[in-house]
């Protein structure tokens, strides 16, 4: 079996290799059963794609036939071989330079003795060089050595070529334009290499880059081992922390309901003893003995019944864990997650607010609702179901929308914008109870009136020294002016507006709808 190269599709001796233009070398077999690219129903395809290195090719317009032969996987071929061309059998040691065939030691005798090849001159087969490859063929002309070399189609050809399909081309000896064409293939080899050297550079740093961040990954990977154990250690320690408060909390709260339990349970104990002492009394002692103890036993039952206690049992369950609550520093990392034992009590909650009884009307306000536990200590946290309703007194369908805002800090602020004026109730509900002040009553007043005149000093000088300008103030002056100035008749000694007279500045106007003669006036002075 030949040893000389493979078809690296089908794995055996390549016959007939073809060079395709990605400098791959396949058999011509395996070459004509490659699938074509392309869309379906395409007249021809026109490339291939290079199973060794996935490359799509494009095919000379004749197809494999047309691609360029490779000769130097024949010549390794042949070379690997060694094989005699005429009996097959022997190792070839000797070329005939005329018929271009190897010839084993026997076959170069028999060569000699026959009179067709007896003039044939032989030479001894070399190694490693040039000289010991076989002649190449024309593929047009099989007879014909390739010496020639055509410039115009950049390709060899032989002596009938010249004569035949390349007529009149510009030609010449392969050794005269080797040195030519080899040259700029070596400038062209050296600018590839030169990239290579530059490609394997960037390749090396690359390697270099994937070490850096394979070594970075596992030094991050230890770094986040470490949190994660230091955090998970925070985490118990802070579990058991919250574990431990919650014990504490949980003992406070059963020491106190046992002691109220103990205060309870004397008092029922002593009022059960009076109770039956008084009851033995009343059924089995005599008159006179009742007359006689009827001091002491009253006033035992007296004191027994003056002692106050409340009805509940003045304790409750409110122990809440809340995982969102800030809980500082453990072991330097941040933990959340706290205990609340504070309860929000209704009846402790109050309501603060400038204007709580009073808003007026399409203007928005509001107020601030303030939650407290059942110790009277301001909550620090929101999460509380608060509930507001604003009604009409007079008209049951007319009420008003709040909007409840909860601060997060045990702190609520409700706005509403009231469309009617009137007296309203408003009901403010923790948990569904009244809070502390809870309902109380709100006036809507009209919406607030601007001023349509101007806040002067007089008429005299906010006109221009109209006459026909006047003042609400109801001042005049000599000469026919009908507003007022300043030191004579009506003028209120301070700036003051034409529309009411009023002299705060920042304040509704009072004035009652102008009539049409005070109302050019008026708005003449405003002009002004």
């Not at 601030?368 to 007194?393: K, P, Y």
């Not at 103030?473 to 003028?491: E, I, L, N, R, S």
């Amino acid at each position: 079996m030949s040893s000389g190269p493979r078809c690296p599709v089908c794995a055996e001796p390549c016959v007939s290799p073809r060079l395709l233009p990605c400098l791959h070398s396949l058999c011509a077999p395996c070459l004509r059963r490659l699938g074509p690219l392309g869309e379906p129903g395409r007249a021809a395809a026109r490339s291939v794609l290079c199973p060794v290195c996935d490359a799509e090719v494009a095919l000379p317009p004749g197809g494999v036939g047309q691609l360029t032969p490779d000769y130097l996987a024949l010549s390794r071929g042949g070379a690997a071989a060694a094989g005699c061309d005429l009996c097959a059998d022997g190792a070839a040691v000797r070329r005939c330079l005329t018929c271009g065939a190897d010839l084993c030691l026997f076959c170069c005798q028999a060569h000699r003795r026959q009179k067709k090849t007896a003039s044939h001159a032989l030479s001894e087969l070399e190694k490693d060089c040039s000289q010991a490859r076989k002649p190449l063929f024309c593929p047009s002309h099989p007879t014909e050595r390739l010496r020639l070399f055509c410039e115009q189609c950049d390709q060899p050809v032989c002596r009938d070529c010249v004569v035949d399909r390349h007529r009149q081309h510009p030609y010449d000896l392969t050794g005269n334009v080797i040195h030519r064409h080899g040259d700029a293939l070596r400038e062209l080899l050296k600018s590839t290499q030169q990239r290579m050297g530059t490609l394997e550079g960037v390749l090396s740093q690359i390697d270099d880059m994937g070490s850096a961040v394979h070594g970075r990954a596992e030094a991050v990977a230890t770094e986040i081992c470490l949190f994660a154990s230091g955090y998970v250690k925070a985490i118990e320690e802070h579990r058991d922390r919250l574990l431990k408060q919650l014990e504490d909390f949980k003992v406070q709260k059963e020491n106190l309901l046992h002691l109220r339990k103990a205060q309870l349970q004397q008092l029922l104990l002593d009022m059960r003893t009076g109770v039956e002492f008084t009851e033995r009394l009343l059924t089995s002692g005599s008159d006179l003995e009742i007359l006689i103890t009827k001091g002491v036993v009253a006033s035992r039952l007296t004191k027994l019944n003056s002692v106050a206690y409340n009805t509940d049992p003045s304790m409750d369950d409110g122990i809440l864990f809340s995982p969102q609550e800030r809980a500082g520093q453990c072991c330097g990392y941040e933990v959340f997650g706290a205990i609340l034992n504070k309860v929000v009590d209704p009846a402790r909650c109050t309501l603060r607010g400038e204007d709580l009884h009073s808003a007026r009307q399409n203007q928005l306000t509001g107020f601030t609702l303030i939650c407290s536990d059942t110790m009277g200590e301001r909550m620090r946290r929101g999460g509380e179901a608060v509930q507001v309703t604003i009604t009409h007194r007079d008209k049951r369908d007319c009420a008003v929308k709040p909007t409840v805002c909860d601060n997060g800090d045990g702190t609520y602020h409700i706005s509403y914008n009231p469309e009617e004026p009137g007296l309203y109730a408003v009901c403010v509900y923790v948990k569904g109870q009244h809070v502390q002040g809870s309902p109380f009553t709100l006036m809507v007043k009209n919406k607030f009136r601007e001023h349509q005149g101007v806040f002067h000093c007089c008429t005299f000088c906010s006109s221009g020294g109209q006459k026909a300008a006047r003042c609400a103030c109801g001042g005049t002056m000599p000469g026919g002016y009908q507003g007022c100035g300043h030191g004579h008749k009506g003028h209120p000694g301070c700036p003051h507006w034409s529309c009411c007279g009023q002299v705060k500045e920042s304040s509704e106007c009072l004035g009652g709808p102008p009539t049409d003669t005070s109302q050019r006036s008026l708005l003449r002075t405003v002009a002004l």
